[in-house]
């Protein structure tokens, strides 16, 4: 994200937060004592761990209950998936009706593959 910001433009300040609901996962990228269980995951924590020593990313907890990116990656109940809509600030809407008359454009404005094929100049039939 970072580096995309960078492309546009913009330098962020700071370290980019990280919310977590695994506490392990997080005192595993802080703690560079190697663990015999994690070894599989030991080298993705391991470029994570550069990134917190450089203080480009910080990695935070965040309660399970308040893990707002659950709504794109789990299926919801209805009450979870309003409770997390409203926390993005996004609400439920109202349809405001449907479409009754439809404007037509003139035979102008139409693209040039629907007008049909191209007349030929100095042609016989003119």
């Keep these: 994200m970072r580096k995309l910001l960078l492309d546009l433009g913009m330098k962020q300040e700071g370290a980019t937060e990280i919310h977590s609901d695994s506490s392990s996962a997080i005192a595993m990228t802080k703690n560079p004592v190697f663990h015999g269980r994690a070894k599989h995951i030991e080298i993705k924590h391991h470029f994570i761990r550069e990134l917190v020593a450089k203080k480009e990313i910080s ?28 926390k993005l600030g996004m609400g439920e809407f109202e349809s405001r009706g449907c479409v009754t008359n439809m404007i037509q454009t003139p035979q102008s404005a139409k693209l040039p593959q629907q007008l049909g094929p191209p007349k030929q100049l100095n042609s016989p039939n003119g």
Excluded: N, P, V
């Design 59 to 86: 990695l935070k907890f965040c309660r399970t209950d308040d893990q707002i990116a659950d709504i794109f990656t789990k299926a919801l109940s209805y009450s979870r998936f309003s409770y997390l809509r409203s």
